[in-house]
């Protein structure tokens, strides 16, 4: 089951930033990490907050992939949550994965 979409604001910190989806009643985080988003972005941002603008642009194919990480079961559990961990090898795939073949 894909998860949904919430609009809840992401939060900031330890060189990530998190967001919210849910899998029925149950939430999942989607931790995405400074170096992606930084990679994403040009110019490139000098604070933390700087990653935001990126996020914000990115964040439907950000919620697609960890979606799909999410039916492969590609998550870690926790005693009360799951969360989705999007890396730049889950970028690139996605990338690739849209560019169309000749």
């Known amino acids: 089951m894909p998860l949904a979409s919430l609009s809840h604001a992401p ?11 849910q899998d029925g009643e149950k939430p999942v985080r989607v931790d ?5 988003l930084k990679s994403m972005q040009s110019p490139r941002p000098s604070s933390p907050e700087g990653y935001l603008p990126a996020f914000d ?7 697609r992939i960890a979606s799909a990480k999410y039916d492969l079961g590609d998550y ?4 009360n949550s799951c969360v989705v961990a999007i890396t730049g090898a889950d970028w690139e795939r996605h990338r690739r994965a849209k560019v169309p073949r000749s």
Not at 32 to 36: Q, S, Y
Not at 76 to 79: F, I, P
């Open 57 to 63: 642009k990115y964040r439907d194919q950000l919620e």
């Open 32 to 36: 995405v990490r400074d170096e992606l």
């Open 76 to 79: 870690a559990t926790y005693a």
């Open 11 to 21: 939060s900031s910190g330890f060189g990530e930033i998190s967001f919210r989806m």
